[in-house]
């Protein structure tokens, strides 16, 4: 995939500072089996792959029977767990949604969808769903499924102002090249009172600590950007937004650590799998933000 474009970052592309450095050499196991670097910035406490692919570039470094958000594939013991725990946190999102709108019904923007199964779920609890989804085939998957007809990324950018109750990305923002752009247009056309929640890997977390460069989360070069809970945080305030909650996804620590352990030892070892996941839970049951995973609940405070 040499003959792509790639993407060199000078500053941090959260915050502009010039204090960033590489910490990490990860390899894509996914797909290209190539190498990428992980860079830190002591501006905002966030990491970002350099020489990442531009947005022209990225596609095929989705074109893995093995990316379940585009093929719904149950092959393998792991995907198949993440099918049997699907249908609980979909319900779990569903009721977030709800209770943090604090409506059982209003209008949602799902972006970045994969082949539309919470999408659908809001859908059947009575919301009105716009779904964005840049992938062509998880596109086609969810009509063929759930009926539904995802729209191109590029629609985000001619949605109405002040439309929706809530926006909500699920592991996505870390896939998004134009990441202020994104954030911008979040806050105008959410309505008053509305709610954007963001779930993002957390690289601060025990079991990244313990991965380190075989972390499945970092998942080079598809997650362009490596947040932590204070990274996070100061970025939306940048763009209007005040944090109002954050939340653990228990799961996460699980299935990470199951792949985790695949692309550190070339197999499969649940034991080890286990005992990191839950031992990165525990530490993390007293403050969410040492999750694997992190839910934010942000609302805006005001016109930007």
């Given amino acids: 995939m040499s003959d792509k474009?790639?993407?060199n970052h000078t500053l941090c592309p959260f915050c502009q500072s010039a204090a960033i450095q590489p910490v990490l050499g990860v390899k894509d196991h996914t797909v290209s089996k190539e190498l990428f670097?992980?860079?830190?910035?002591?501006?905002?406490?966030?990491?970002?792959?350099?020489?990442?692919?531009?947005?022209?570039?990225?596609?095929?470094?989705?074109?893995?029977?093995?990316?379940i958000s585009h093929s719904d594939t149950n092959k393998g013991l792991i995907n198949r767990l993440y099918h049997l725990v699907r249908n609980y946190?979909?319900?779990s999102k569903r009721k977030l949604i709800q209770r943090v709108t604090g409506k059982e019904?209003?209008?949602?923007?799902?972006?970045?969808?994969?082949?539309?199964?919470?999408?659908?779920?809001?859908?059947?609890?009575?919301?009105?769903?716009?779904?964005?989804?840049?992938?062509?085939?998880?596109?086609?998957?969810?009509?063929?499924?759930?009926?539904?007809e995802l729209q191109a990324p590029e629609t985000l950018y001619t949605l109405p102002d002040a439309r929706y109750d809530a926006i909500s990305l699920w592991h996505v923002l870390e896939h998004v090249h134009d990441l202020h752009g994104y954030l911008q247009t979040f806050a105008r056309i959410l309505k008053p009172g509305g709610k954007l929640v963001i779930a993002v890997p957390n690289y601060t977390s025990?079991?990244?600590?313990?991965?380190?460069?075989?972390?499945?989360?970092?998942?080079v070069p598809r997650h362009l950007y490596h947040f932590s809970p204070a990274g996070m945080e100061l970025l939306a305030q940048q763009k209007g937004f005040r944090l109002e909650t954050t939340l653990p996804m228990w799961f996460d620590s699980l299935y990470v650590s199951m792949l985790s352990e695949q692309?550190?030892?070339?197999?499969?070892?649940?034991?080890?799998?286990l005992r990191t996941g839950i031992w990165s839970n525990v530490k993390a049951f007293s403050n969410a933000k040492k999750c694997s995973s992190v839910i934010y609940v942000f609302s805006k405070t005001g016109s930007v």
């Fill in 263 to 273: 692309y550190k030892n070339g197999k499969s070892n649940l034991p080890g799998a």
């Fill in 206 to 219: 025990y079991d990244a600590t313990v991965y380190q460069q075989y972390w499945a989360a970092y998942d």
């Fill in 89 to 91: 946190t979909l319900r």
């Fill in 37 to 67: 670097e992980i860079w830190h910035c002591d501006g905002c406490a966030n990491r970002f792959t350099q020489l990442v692919p531009d947005a022209a570039s990225i596609g095929l470094y989705y074109q893995s029977a093995a990316y």
């Fill in 105 to 148: 019904k209003g209008l949602l923007l799902d972006v970045g969808a994969g082949i539309g199964a919470f999408a659908d779920a809001m859908r059947e609890a009575g919301w009105e769903v716009t779904a964005l989804e840049p992938d062509e085939t998880a596109r086609q998957r969810a009509k063929t499924k759930y009926g539904l």
């Fill in 5 to 7: 474009n790639f993407i």
